[in-house]
């Protein structure tokens, strides 16, 4: 066993405080992470304030409850079989930690779809104790190593790549499914942590891109991400001006809104995919702007462990981080108001170097 220092929400309407508990002894085919960066993902935010239950989670979230799945460290031990990784890589791990690797979802390397439910790396339980996983506002994990994704971005590079783990492969995996590429039109409607790196990927996979946002201050900005064209969502004629145009649409909105607007945007047959978690529903959409276009509505989470590891080696090559800001772990709290005010560009990234150790 080792001792972890976190920052833990003990009640939906509590702070986070800091936090001192034991990781598990390594099993044999375990990785040891020194936790150097955690991104901050809306889901974060969710789960902390138990915004998911009855949804996400059936039973909400478990306290005390450590938030965090873009995770990059430090490898600093290994259980005795454990043989991909050795001491002193640079590692990632993303929303996933085990899943049952049995059903078919897990044998095609789509684990996030795991049929018994993958063990995500917080407010899940552990496939062998059945205790609550506690995430990556912390400065030690113990992970699976077949859970354990290479990082091989240029070291200067390593803070920004821990959003890739759950923002990038959220976008990278419908975009790639879909097939997002030359020839192909894009929408990402909301430009936050996940929308701005839909723009990145959709731009570099060679797709023409189009952002959607609430936001006439994030005009340039997505145009500087990788957009083509930059539409206001609230503006219905600039709206209408984009009908019948896409193939693929992504939708990264954290609240419940009208989804016809959007679907009445995509070509024939193209697809509109949900990511964004609201946690209300959206209002159910017409049928007509379905079976009009014989349009597709879909969603899609996070992805598999084999995707992510070649969309990490995808950006790694292309040189393709998010645009983050670096916070210490005691502003957890100013970063979740700012991201609940729509003030984040684009992702927060905890240096856990800032960790308190004194609880
Ligand atoms: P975020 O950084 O807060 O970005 C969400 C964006 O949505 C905002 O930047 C804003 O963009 C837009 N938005 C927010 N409130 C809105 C409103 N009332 N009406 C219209 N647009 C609004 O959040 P994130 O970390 O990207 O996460 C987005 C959602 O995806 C969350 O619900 C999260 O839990 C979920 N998620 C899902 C998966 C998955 O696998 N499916 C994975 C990770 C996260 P504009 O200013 O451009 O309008
Ligand atoms: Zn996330």
Redesign the pocket.
């Known amino acids: 066993m080792a001792i972890a220092h976190g920052y833990a929400a003990h009640s939906h309407d509590t702070p986070l405080v800091p936090y001192t508990f034991q990781r598990r002894a390594l099993r044999d085919d375990d990785v040891q992470i020194e936790i150097l960066y955690s991104g ?4 974060d ?2 789960t902390a304030r138990n915004e998911w239950a009855g949804s996400v989670y059936p039973d909400g979230t478990v306290y005390p409850s450590i938030p965090g799945h873009e995770i990059v460290g430090r490898v600093t031990a290994l259980g005795p079989a454990a043989t991909r990784f050795k001491v002193g890589d640079i590692v990632g791990v993303g ?1 996933m930690v085990d899943s049952c690797g049995e059903c078919e979802p897990c044998k095609e390397d789509m684990e ?1 779809y795991c049929e018994k439910y993958a063990t995500w790396t917080y407010n899940s339980p552990d496939r062998v104790t059945g205790e609550n996983t506690l995430g990556g506002y912390s400065d030690l994990i113990v992970v699976r190593e077949a859970f354990v994704l290479s990082i091989t971005h240029k070291p200067e590079l390593t803070p920004a790549t821990a959003p890739l783990l ?2 990038g492969i ?1 976008m990278w ?1 419908p975009l790639t499914h879909w097939q997002a590429g030359p020839g192909k039109k894009v929408g990402i ?8 790196m839909g723009l990145k990927l959709a731009h570099a996979l060679g797709a023409k891109v189009v ?5 006439p201050s ?1 005009v340039e900005d ?1 145009k500087a991400l990788g957009a083509d064209e930059v539409v206001i ?1 609230r503006n219905a004629e600039e709206m209408a001006a984009q009908a019948n145009g896409f193939d693929l649409i992504i939708d ?6 009208d989804l016809d607007p959007y679907l009445a945007l995509l070509k024939r047959q193209g697809t509109l995919t ?6 209300e529903p959206h209002p159910s959409p017409s049928v007509v702007n379905l079976v009009a276009g014989r349009r597709n509505l879909s ?5 598999g462990l084999r995707e992510t590891q070649e969309m990490l080696d995808f950006c790694a090559k292309h040189d393709i981080v998010p645009d983050i800001e670096t916070i210490a772990m005691r502003d957890i709290e100013t970063a979740f108001a700012r ?2 005010k ?1 003030d ?1 560009k ?2 927060f990234v905890i240096d856990m170097a800032t960790m308190d150790k004194a609880a």
Do not use: D
Not at 299 to 303: A, F, R, T
């Open positions: 901050v993902c809306h889901s935010m969710h929303c996030s759950c923002a959220t995996s409607v909301g430009i936050g942590g996940l929308g701005h952002a959607f946002t609430t936001s994030k997505a969502s990264t909105v954290a609240a419940p809104h949900l990511v964004g978690l609201p946690a969603g899609s989470l996070v992805g991201m609940a729509n984040v684009y992702r």
